[in-house]
C-alpha cells in the first residue's frame, strides 16, 4: 500500500510559538492530503483538505490562520501551528485516501506548555 | 446526531474469548464501509473492508446491515494482541467518517 511519512512524531513547546508538521507521500504523487486531530479517546476530526498548488479546503469551525497548511508539491503537504497554546495539544495525523482506503502517517503528538 | 457511532466499550474479555461490537452510521447513501484498527498513540491501520455479503479474515468476520444502517466486527479467539481501539470508518461522499472506537482489552 501507499506509504505517507509525517514528521515530527511528537513535539513540545511553548505558549506562543508556531509548530510546522511535514507530511510526505513516498510512493506516490498526492494531489490532495487530509490533516485530523484527534482527542484523547475521541474521534479523528478532519480539520482540513489539502489540494496541491491551491487553496486548502477547512471544515468548519477550524481556523485557517491558526492551522495553515501548504501542499506546495505532489508529495508534501504541511500544517502549522500558529501561536499554540495549551489548548491546541493533540494528536495530528494526516492522511491521503481514496474511495477505499486512508493511508496515515504515523502523527503528531503536540504538547503545548 | 453523529453521521458514525460506536460504543466506546472498553470490552474486557479473556483469551480465547469472543468479543463483538456494532457501529451505527447515519448517512444512508453511504458506500463503503471499512474497520481500522489503532494501538495507543499510533495512526491508525485498515483491519478489513466490510462487503455487502458479509466477509471474514481468519479471526474477524464483518458484516454489514443496510436495512438498518450499522456494520458489525467479531473476533473470534481473541488473542492478547488483539487489544487495540477498533473504529468504524465510513465513506461519505467525497470523505471517510470515523467513528471515535472501541476499546478491546485481551486479558491472559
Known amino acids: 500500500g501507499a506509504v505517507v511519512s509525517q514528521h515530527p512524531s511528537r513535539v513540545i513547546c511553548k505558549s506562543g510559538t508556531s509548530v510546522k508538521i511535514e507530511c510526505r507521500s513516498l510512493?506516490?504523487?498526492?494531489?490532495?492530503m487530509f490533516w485530523y486531530r484527534q482527542f484523547p479517546k475521541k474521534s479523528l476530526m478532519l480539520m482540513a483538505t489539502?489540494?496541491?498548488?491551491?487553496?486548502?479546503?477547512?471544515e468548519q469551525g477550524v481556523e485557517k490562520d491558526k492551522f495553515l497548511i501548504n501542499h506546495a508539491s505532489l508529495t508534501l503537504s504541511t500544517l502549522t501551528v500558529t501561536s499554540a497554546h495549551p489548548e491546541d495539544s493533540s494528536f495530528y495525523i494526516c492522511?491521503?485516501?481514496?474511495?477505499?482506503?486512508?493511508?496515515f502517517g504515523q502523527g503528531t503528538r503536540l504538547t503545548v506548555v | 446526531r453523529k453521521e458514525v457511532e460506536q460504543d466506546p466499550g472498553p470490552f474486557n474479555v479473556p483469551e480465547g474469548a469472543t468479543v463483538a461490537f456494532n457501529c451505527t452510521y447515519s448517512?444512508?447513501?453511504?458506500?463503503?464501509f471499512f474497520w481500522y484498527r489503532q494501538d495507543c498513540r499510533k495512526e491508525p491501520k485498515l483491519l478489513m473492508s466490510v462487503y455487502s455479503s458479509g466477509n471474514e479474515d481468519g479471526r474477524f468476520t464483518a458484516q454489514l446491515n443496510r436495512a438498518s444502517q450499522y456494520i458489525s466486527l467479531l473476533i473470534r479467539d481473541s488473542k492478547l494482541s488483539d487489544s487495540a481501539t477498533y473504529l468504524c470508518?465510513?465513506?461519505?461522499?467525497?470523505?471517510?467518517?470515523f467513528g471515535a472506537g472501541t476499546t478491546v482489552t485481551v486479558r491472559a
Open positions: 489539502s489540494n496541491e498548488g491551491s487553496k486548502a479546503t477547512y
Open positions: 510512493d506516490f504523487q498526492a494531489t490532495t
Open positions: 470508518v465510513v465513506n461519505i461522499g467525497y470523505k471517510l467518517s
Open positions: 492522511s491521503s485516501e481514496t474511495n477505499t482506503e486512508a493511508f
Open positions: 448517512n444512508s447513501a453511504s458506500q463503503s
